[in-house]
Nanobody, 121 residues
Framework: QVQLVESGGGLVQPGGSLRLSCAAS????????MGWYRQSVGKQRELVAA???????DYAEAVKGRFTVSRDNGKNTIYLQMNSLKPEDTAVYSC???????????????WGQGTQVTVSS
């Protein structure tokens, strides 16, 4: 069994910063990639940022230059540093991990429960 636990969400004023964390634990053999997705009311879930085991990164155009994703492989944890936040960044942010639970397993996606980020004055 695999658990992804996010933390760091909250309420912040426009222009402010937040740092999200996501820790993966449980039956983990290897992690291919981890990432952050977000979903706001009335919209589909979208990729915000992702990072591979070799630290290659990918960002949504809307957050490039403002958000930074990083990972600590030893702790199976990723972080999302969000700067210059805008009201349109308001959403539930969810962590995703693509991993294998054993040497005989194939890579599968797992999700955290999500954390609310609200950008408002």
């Amino acid at each position: 069994q695999v658990q992804l636990v996010e933390s760091g969400g909250g309420l912040v004023q426009p222009g402010g910063s937040l740092r999200l964390s996501c820790a993966a634990s449980g039956s983990i053999f290897s992690i291919n990639s981890m990432g952050w997705y977000r979903q706001s009311v009335g919209k589909q879930r979208e990729l915000v940022a992702a990072i591979t085991s070799r630290s290659s990164t990918d960002y949504a155009e809307a957050v490039k230059g403002r958000f930074t994703v990083s990972r600590d492989n030893g702790k199976n944890t990723i972080y999302l540093q969000m700067n210059s936040l805008k009201p349109e960044d308001t959403a539930v942010y969810s962590c995703n991990a693509v991993l294998r639970t054993s040497v005989s397993d194939y890579f599968r996606g797992f999700w955290g429960q999500g954390t609310q980020v609200t950008v408002s004055s």
